[in-house]
């Protein structure tokens, strides 16, 4: 398997520095600063702890934290639930269509036939 290439935009980032702050990687990548944070946080994207901050670490990027990030994210569709296929199982019913209604009807219509003779008087 052959490597990619690396974009040009990330070379000419990294041309001087050794890592990038995270609104800069965040703007590298074309996504909100907070969306970033949330993939740092996620351990999804790795980063490097400036300082010794703790309520608000100041997180930078290095070019190897970009570049496997960028390639985990790379997704790949699955053959097996891409292509639609018809249902290969067969049923066991007999595929009869019961009207329920009509049943219903039939059985109301046969109670009123019982029902509407002549009274008789005891």
């Known amino acids: 398997m052959q490597a990619e290439p690396i974009p040009q935009p990330l070379l000419d980032a990294f041309a001087r520095r050794i ?22 946080k996620a351990g999804n994207i790795r980063y490097r702890a400036m300082g010794v901050g703790v309520t608000r670490p100041r997180r930078e990027f290095t070019l190897a934290d970009i570049l496997e990030f960028l390639e985990r994210q790379r997704r790949q ?4 639930t891409n292509a639609r296929t018809r249902h290969s199982t067969t049923t066991t019913s007999s595929g009869a269509v019961f009207g329920f209604l009509a049943q219903r009807e039939k059985r109301l219509a046969a109670r009123q036939k019982k029902s509407s003779g002549p009274k008789r008087n005891g």
């Open 19 to 40: 890592s990038l702050p995270a609104k800069a990687t965040a703007d590298l990548l074309g996504m909100d600063y907070s969306t970033l944070l949330r993939h740092a």
């Open 77 to 80: 569709t699955c053959p097996s």
